[in-house]
């Protein structure tokens, strides 16, 4: 990781999944310059999570994937001290 970068643990909804993992920042970058940065068409994830919408169930855990940024509904920070 370059010194300049930050790994950030997120939660990212797509149509049928739910995504949890890391990706990496600029540090005090903003999630919204992160996700509307035009230079990609893809964000890669680190330590991914991958689970079905309709019973939660896991079904998959690659090290690193590339999610396609379009198909993202909803991606958030993960709280680590969230209950």
Avoid: C, W
């Avoid at 790994?7 to 990212?12: A, C, G, L, P």
């Avoid at 990496?24 to 230079?39: I, Y």
């Amino acid at each position: 990781m370059l010194e300049d970068q930050e790994e950030v643990k997120v939660t990212i909804f797509i149509p049928n999944h739910r995504i949890e993992g890391t990706i990496h920042m600029f540090k005090g970058g903003r999630l919204s310059d992160f996700l509307n940065a035009t230079t990609k068409g893809f964000i890669p994830i680190n330590n991914a999570t991958i689970y079905t919408k309709q019973d939660n169930k896991v079904i998959g855990k690659p090290r690193f994937m590339g999610l396609n940024r379009n198909s993202i509904i909803m991606l958030y920070k993960t709280d680590e001290n969230a209950d």
